[in-house]
């Protein structure tokens, strides 16, 4: 086993010592930040299977730039005494700490979500290095991808018009996916679920917000294209932007 494969079963194990999960079934996937896996759910979960998404450990991730995704308001000064200057100096401590805030990001970004009612999984539980949550499937079938969904030209106009809820909805409660196209999107039985949260920001303290606000809807519209849909996202964006600021108190 690598290292790698030796971080993933140790995150694992914790969710089955909790008694969260009582086994690993499969792999689902492997991203850039991290891998899913298909767990059989303890009874108290009120499911039968469960997804465990374990990240991969800082020096084995490749998230597109952490800096972009980190906020207008730097975390290394939001967080005092040791624990900052060990993020401030990139020590094994630090790389540690901050791999755990992006989980951590992620854990309570979907709990809020779902909470308001949008279409992200439902949250089990999180540790240091993985999230636990909803499985969105049938048994060892797993929901596709919207990018290799198969939609009918009517389906397509209502999941457009749903994603751009989320997106509305998201922003109002203060968070822009950051990463969002086709292949975090979900499609399964009429449902759309967004999903992989890692990368969130919240609009209040990101430079980067506005930007990253259009590029998802430009990226998802990138999908609808084939239906003759136009994302015409920088319209978008600058409508949706405009709304929520003038929202804010």
């Given at each position: ?56 450990g800082r ?19 939001a967080i ?136 998802d809807i ?32």
């Amino acid at each position: 086993m690598t290292e790698a494969d030796d971080e993933a079963a140790a995150a694992l194990d914790e969710f089955v010592a909790e008694g969260q999960i009582t086994s690993v079934l499969s792999i689902i996937k492997t991203g850039k930040e991290a891998s899913a896996y298909l767990c059989r759910a303890h009874p108290s979960l009120g499911a039968k299977y469960a997804v465990a998404k374990v990240y991969f450990g800082r020096k084995h991730r490749n998230f597109a730039n952490d800096a972009t995704y980190a906020g207008g308001r730097s975390i290394m000064q939001a967080i005092p005494g040791q624990v900052g200057r060990a993020l401030k100096n990139k020590s094994e401590a630090g790389r540690k700490f901050q791999s755990a805030l992006w989980v951590d990001r992620e854990f309570e970004t979907l709990f809020t979500l779902r909470d308001a009612g949008l279409d992200v999984p439902d949250v089990y539980a999180c540790t240091e290095a993985a999230v636990l949550m909803e499985y969105v499937g049938d048994g060892s079938v797993a929901a596709p991808q919207l990018q290799h969904a198969d939609l009918d030209p009517a389906e397509a106009e209502a999941t457009w018009a749903r994603l751009l809820w989320n997106i509305e909805e998201m922003l109002r409660l203060d968070v822009v996916h950051g990463d969002l196209s086709a292949y975090n999107v979900l499609a399964w039985k009429g449902r759309t679920v967004l999903i992989d949260f890692p990368q969130a920001v919240d609009p209040r303290f990101s430079d980067a917000a506005r930007d990253l606000l259009e590029r998802d809807i430009r990226n998802l519209g990138r999908y609808f294209e084939r239906f003759g849909i136009d994302a015409d996202a920088t319209r978008r964006a600058n409508d949706l932007w405009w709304r929520w600021k003038r929202g804010r108190p």
